[in-house]
């Protein structure tokens, strides 16, 4: 039941999701990238795999991660290296750099074979004895998420990143995720459901 109530939940947020503030202005977001390319390169696609692709990621929902980070040690997601690249930013400055790398074309990735199995089952079906929801319910069937309700698109997103990003959700380390949806789901998985729906989604496009 409560998985089920989680879906509902999912599928309510389409609706109650409210924008956020500031209009971003791509030109402008593209001349405040200089602190970011290091790690996000360029174009946002990233060549590191502990470093997120953020090229073509929806813009409100790049708005509210840096907006988390921004509130440093008492916010929901903590990072010390991107507090310290976002601590000074205004909100206009956030949402000129979200809209320019929404803007941006996202490079895809492959999924390894001996994964492709186990993590196909759990992103299209979940894992119904252990209360695992489908991750297909909010994200979409080709990993492109939901730009109203900001859930984030993952197809083609490094492997490495999304399990990482799992286990922060699963160990408490992150808690930014709608009504804590992510930190009950991730809690509920293996590391092997993990690692395998991580890399099946690396392979989405």
């Known amino acids: ?20 503030g500031a209009q971003g202005n791509v030109e402008a977001g ?15 696609n990233s060549t590191v795999p502990n470093w997120p692709k953020i ?14 980070f921004r509130m440093g040690e008492k916010g929901p997601r903590f990072e010390a290296s991107m507090f310290a690249m976002v601590a000074a930013l205004s ?11 929404a803007a941006q074309k996202q490079t895809m990735g492959k999924a390894k074979s001996e994964y492709v199995a186990l993590g196909e089952k759990i992103y299209r079906g979940g894992n119904l004895q252990t209360g695992v929801s ?4 909010c994200h979409g069937p080709a990993g ?3 730009h109203a309700a900001r859930f984030p698109k993952l197809a083609g997103q ?7 990003q799992l286990n922060a959700f699963r160990d408490g380390k992150r808690k930014n995720s709608p009504n804590g949806m992510m930190e009950s789901i991730s ?13 099946y989604i690396e392979g989405l496009h």
């Not at 593209?30 to 946002?44: E, I, L, M, R, W």
């Not at 459901?193 to 991580?198: F, G, Q």
Request: with cysteine.
């Open 30 to 44: 593209k001349s405040k990238t200089q602190t970011c390319v290091a790690c996000h390169g360029p174009d946002g």
């Open 187 to 199: 809690h509920r998985m293996s590391a092997e459901e993990i690692k395998a729906v991580s890399s």
């Open 144 to 146: 492109e998420g939901n």
């Open 91 to 101: 909100d206009q400055d956030i949402a000129d750099l979200a809209a320019y790398y």
């Open 55 to 68: 090229a073509g990621q929806y813009d409100n929902y790049l708005e509210k991660q840096l907006k988390d």
């Open 1 to 20: 039941m409560k998985r089920y109530l989680r879906l509902i939940s999912c599928f309510t947020l389409v609706f109650v999701a409210t924008a956020l």
């Open 134 to 137: 489908a991750c297909i319910a």
């Open 158 to 164: 490094h492997a490495t990143y999304i399990e990482n």
